[in-house]
Every structure is written in structure tokens, then in C-alpha cells.
Nanobody, 122 residues
Framework: QVQLVESGGGLAQAGGSLRLSCVASGRTLSDYVVGWFRQPQGKEREFVISTTEAADAVKGRFTVSRNNAKNTVHLHMNSLKPEDTAVYYC?????????????????????WGQGTQVTVSS
């Protein structure tokens, strides 16, 4: 199973940008579909973005990219809003299984990182 570690979280001002990283070990991340989820304090975990779709709340502001040489996926967050404040998680599922699962559902993924906190001030 692939192990995932997120980094890059922190404090940003509204309208600013952050880039989160999800570094994989134990497996080649290019063999996996990666999704991002977030969990605001006191709320349930929610889907953010995958390689095939994005939540309405982040469309046009968040994108993902890969650096296969570094076994890393990045989440680029622009035009940040206070409501983007949450713990952000990356998750992965092997492409063989990911093709048949709803990637917007957390149950589609087999591996999860520990999360990184993003706080956006107004």
C-alpha cells in the first residue's frame, strides 16, 4: 500500500494562494489516482478535487498537478476564502480500482495521509 504525507499547509489571507504537496512512498504514485478532501473543524470530511472532477466550491480556484519524478501530487489553491479553512487530506487508490469507483467519495480510496491544516483569514 502506498504511504502518503501532506505538507504545505499554513496561514493565508483571503485572496491568497497556497500549494499543498502529497508525497508518496512505498509505491509509484503515477500508478494511483489521487484525490483531495478536507475537513473543517466540527464538520464532516468533504471532497475537494480529483483528477477527473472538482467540488463546486473550488471550481476555477483549485487545480492539481503531478511531479512523477518526485512521486508527488500538488494541490494548487488560489483565490482562497475563509471557508476554505480545514484540514486537507490527500488520498490514493490504484488506477485499476479507481476506474470503477466514485472518486468524489472517500470510500473510493485505500490510502490516506495524516492531513495538513490550512487556515484562511479574512
Amino acid at each position: 500500500q502506498v504511504q502518503l504525507v501532506e505538507s504545505g499547509g499554513g496561514l493565508a489571507q483571503a485572496g491568497g494562494s497556497l500549494r499543498l504537496s502529497c508525497v508518496a512512498s512505498g509505491r509509484t504514485l503515477s500508478d494511483y489516482v489521487v484525490g483531495w478532501f478536507r475537513q473543517p473543524q466540527g464538520k464532516e470530511r468533504e471532497f475537494v478535487i480529483s483528477t477527473t472532477e472538482a467540488a463546486d466550491a473550488v471550481k476555477g480556484r483549485f487545480t492539481v498537478s503531478r511531479n512523477n519524478a518526485k512521486n508527488t501530487v500538488h494541490l494548487h489553491m488560489n483565490s482562497l476564502k475563509p471557508e476554505d479553512t480545514a484540514v486537507y487530506y490527500c488520498a490514493a487508490v490504484h488506477i485499476l480500482y479507481g476506474a470503477t469507483r466514485r472518486l468524489a467519495q472517500s470510500s473510493a480510496y485505500d490510502s490516506w495521509g495524516q492531513g495538513t491544516q490550512v487556515t484562511v483569514s479574512s
